[in-house]
Every structure is written in C-alpha cells, then in structure tokens.
C-alpha cells in the first residue's frame, strides 16, 4: 500500500471537523446527530436536577444510536467515531452548537 492510498491521519479539530462535515450531508443525518446530541444535554440535565444518575445510561442511545441510524441508512458511510472517537464526539457538539446558532444548516 502506498502512502497515496493511506487515509488521512488528523492532528487536530480543526484538520478532522471538515472532513466530519463531508461524512453529515444528508439532511435526515444532521436531524439525527442534531437529535441525538440534544437528548444527551438533556439526559445530562435531568440526572443532575432529579439526583437520578440512571438518566446517564441513555446517552449511548442518543450518542449513537441516532447518528448511527444516519450513517448506514442516509450517508451511507461508517461512523468517523471508529477510526477518530475523540474528534467525532468533538464534532457531534461542535456541529450541534453550529446547527443550534445557524453558522450550519440542516441542508448543506
């Protein structure tokens, strides 16, 4: 394998998060991530307000299973959390304040 053919190798945020955004084009995907990412903060919010920490269990559900429903079934891509977990957490926040502020759209 030559190194033409190696996948890029990030260093930092700001190199991965426009790659992460060529991964989230479909609008459904960015709904889901938007979704997912949002029932966390909320979860997060009521373990901490009702001193139930059992809220916290949730957040692999929103923290993948709705942006893994729009990776295979809209992107049709693999989840950049595989090969880059801190970066894609990263991301997920990054993209959802930037939906949430309008700096991106749900239709790119």
């Known amino acids: 394998m030559t190194s033409d053919s190696l ?8 190199e991965f998060y426009p790659f ?3 991964e989230h084009r479909h609008p459904v995907s ?3 991530h ?3 990412t949002g029932l966390i903060a909320v979860w997060v919010v009521l373990a901490i307000m009702q001193r139930e920490p059992w809220w916290l269990l949730l957040i692999p ?18 989840p950049a959390t595989f090969q ?4 894609s957490l990263a ?4 993209l959802f304040w930037h939906l949430l ?3 991106e759209r749900f239709r790119p």
């Open 7 to 14: 996948p890029p190798r990030y260093r930092s945020l700001k």
């Open 20 to 22: 992460y955004l060529s």
């Open 61 to 78: 559900l929103g923290g993948y299973g709705f942006a893994w429903v729009g990776h295979f079934f809209f992107e049709k891509n693999t």
């Open 101 to 103: 502020t309008g700096r």
């Open 34 to 36: 938007f979704t997912g």
């Open 84 to 87: 880059y977990p801190g970066y």
């Open 30 to 32: 960015r709904l889901l």
């Open 91 to 94: 991301s997920d926040f990054l």
